[in-house]
T-cell receptor, first 114, second 115 residues
Framework: AQSVTQLDSQVPVFEEAPVELRCNYS??????LFWYVQYPNQGLQLLLK??????LVKGINGFEAEFNKSQTSFHLRKPSVHISDTAEYFC????????????FGQGTRLTINP | NAGVMQNPRHLVRRRGQEARLRCSPM?????VYWYRQLPEEGLKFMVY????????ESGMPKERFSAEFPKEGPSILRIQQVVRGDSAAYFC?????????????FGPGTRLTVT
């Protein structure tokens, strides 16, 4: 079984500042890792995913994440945020075989202040 | 290519009524997942279906909930005799048949309110 912990439930930052959203996971098997974004009253949109290979993954909207196997982390970063980045961000894992169902963290609400 | 479609977007039911939530996967996708998002919580897996088969229903409540994905037509999540605790957003996601480790594409969700 897998579990995901997002260490911050809310992160307020000023516009154009850098941001890091933290995610740690636990699993007894190899996993795939994902970050999704949810804007108010909408579904989830994939930001980026790690399947294998380079541990630094670049996604849409200027986001990137780094997979750290030894620390079982997959933190999301953006060097300069915009007001439009205000949303809920979910880290998720799935096993590499079987159903590949997603196990989500509790979410981090990113609020960008002008 | 249309995305994952869910309807209705909003559904209000009185306690004891039935709720039927529909999900049409993206064209060419044969795998459907249902997730539930309770207020102020993350998404929780409910069930994984392929055409005419339930593959994994480990996240489904034991009673009142059922799901199907028929050969023709949308996937249906059915909740019988709804209670206030069923109020949540229900999301459907689909993925293509051979895209192992790939993205699940999410629909906009159905927000169920039980009064």
């Amino acid at each position: 079984a897998q579990s995901v912990t997002q260490l911050d439930s809310q992160v307020p930052v000023f516009e154009e500042a850098p941001v890091e959203l933290r995610c740690n996971y636990s699993s007894s098997v190899s996993v795939y890792l994902f970050w999704y974004v949810q804007y108010p009253n909408q579904g989830l949109q994939l930001l980026l995913k790690y399947l294998s290979g380079s541990t630094l993954v670049k996604g849409i909207n200027g986001f990137e994440a780094e997979f750290n196997k030894s620390q079982t982390s997959f933190h999301l970063r953006k060097p300069s945020v915009h007001i439009s980045d205000t949303a809920e961000y979910f880290c998720a894992v799935s096993d590499r075989g079987g159903a590949q169902k997603l196990v989500f963290g509790q979410g981090t609400r990113l609020t960008i202040n002008p | 290519n249309a995305g994952v479609m869910q309807n209705p977007r909003h559904l209000v039911r009185r306690r004891g009524q039935e709720a039927r939530l529909r999900c049409s996967p993206m064209k060419g996708h044969s795998h459907v997942y249902w997730y539930r998002q309770l207020p102020e919580e993350g998404l929780k897996f409910m069930v994984y279906l392929q055409k005419e088969n339930i593959i994994d229903e480990s996240g489904m409540p034991k009673e009142r909930f059922s799901a199907e994905f028929p050969k023709e037509g949308p996937s249906i999540l059915r909740i019988q005799q709804v209670v206030r605790g069923d109020s949540a957003a229900y999301f459907c996601a689909s993925s293509p048949p051979r895209d192992r480790g790939g993205e699940q594409y999410f629909g906009p969700g159905t927000r169920l309110t039980v009064t």
